[in-house]
């Protein structure tokens, strides 16, 4: 009897588990459905995708290249005097201010040729008005008929040669002064110094190579970039009117710095269609570099009524671009289109696409045209 309990007792329990996980199971089903879970369809060979519809929207005109950093002012610094260099006063790489000294020159040999040149001031000096008191002593014999005209002329040539005389030396006295100014190097504009050309001990002479140092001045700083020639006519436009914003990123990085077309050039170039432009940049945190590469951006205006789809939607492929088309079946096909510039994420469709139509813009790899599909995003 008391096995027969036992034997009842374990079917009651056993079907109470059972009840108990049925209403589990229906009611995490009824759960997932309530929560918004998309449903599988019952044809297991759909392949899920993520699609957007084409829109039509107003996007920037904006022209992309590729540029490269030049120095608002590049000086190569040179010795105007020949000499010995005594000290330098800078570090490579360092950035200097205008007036700042970079080199000095051993002075000694330009103060020892000033020395020389106040000496034969002074002695041309004391000839002069030797020459001079004699010119007036003859001055009143040739008055009074004493001398003859001839011998008052040669005095008076002799004093005004004496005058040259000092009138040379003292320009002399000012070359040496000038000469000797020479010997102190200083930087002529603001900017960051090249590689250090020359050491102490060093022989320079007076405008001969290698130079001294190369100054390069970083901010501002022009970016060099070329566009399609096709966009002269709206550049030369625009510019008359205003300002035309540049953003330059140097490769690798995501910060833009921002700028102001500063130059167009005056001739296309024949054998690649394009014309060159300059842009200028405060470049104040010196992001910027001589002869860095950046990614550019010129924007001219706006285009309105453009039709778009995402950037991802449009593959590549041998026959040139294309997108995969969903239909009312559910089912794919392929479309060849002809596309556009590209804006934040959006590609602009020129051909092959109308407005509302639907296209996928993830899962393409297991697409091929009649494949059916069933959607996870988007719309």
Not at 229 to 253: C, F, H, I, N, W
């Amino acid at each position: 009897m008391t096995t027969v309990f036992r034997f009842l007792g374990s079917i009651s329990l056993l079907s109470a588990l059972i009840l108990a996980g049925c209403g589990n199971s229906a009611s995490s089903v009824q759960a997932s459905r309530g929560s918004g879970a998309i449903e599988r369809p019952r044809d297991a060979s759909a392949v899920p995708v993520t699609v957007a519809q084409v829109e039509r929207r107003t996007i920037p005109v904006q022209l992309h290249a590729i540029g490269a950093g030049q120095a608002f002012k590049t000086v190569s610094v040179e010795s105007q005097v020949a000499g010995i260099v005594k000290e330098a006063n800078y570090k490579q790489g360092q950035f200097v201010h205008e007036g700042d000294l970079l080199l000095t020159l051993d002075k000694r040999p330009f103060l020892a040729a000033l020395d020389q040149s106040n000496a034969a001031l002074a002695r041309d000096n004391a000839q002069a008005q030797l020459d001079r008191a004699q010119l007036e002593r003859y001055e009143g014999l040739y008055k009074q008929g004493i001398v003859s005209k001839e011998q008052f002329d040669q005095y008076r040539a002799t004093s005004t040669a004496a005058e040259a005389t000092v009138s040379f030396d003292e320009a002399s006295i000012q070359t040496a002064k000038i000469q000797l100014s020479y010997c102190s190097i200083y930087a002529p504009i603001s900017g960051v110094t090249g590689a250090q050309l020359v050491y102490p001990g060093a022989a320079v002479k007076a405008n001969d190579v290698p130079v001294l140092v190369v100054i390069n001045q970083v901010s501002p700083i022009y970016v060099n970039f070329s566009v399609p020639q096709q966009y002269l006519e709206s550049v030369k436009r625009l510019m008359t009117r205003s300002s035309l914003p540049v953003q330059a990123t140097p490769t690798g990085d995501s910060k833009p710095e921002i700028g102001t077309l500063a130059f167009v050039d005056n001739t296309v170039d024949a054998t690649t269609g394009t014309i060159a432009l300059r842009a200028s940049f405060p470049n104040n945190d010196q992001h910027l570099w001589p002869g860095q590469f950046s990614n550019v951006l010129l924007r001219l205006g706006e285009q309105q009524n453009v039709l778009v789809v995402p950037s991802q939607a449009v593959q590549a492929g041998q026959q040139g671009d294309y997108v995969f088309v969903t239909k009312p079946d559910m089912t794919v096909d392929v479309r060849q289109v002809n596309v556009g510039q590209t804006v934040n994420n959006e590609t602009e469709v020129l051909q092959g696409l109308s407005p509302g139509e639907t296209v996928v813009t993830d899962g393409q790899v297991r697409l091929i045209p009649g494949t059916k599909v069933y959607f996870t995003k988007g719309l």
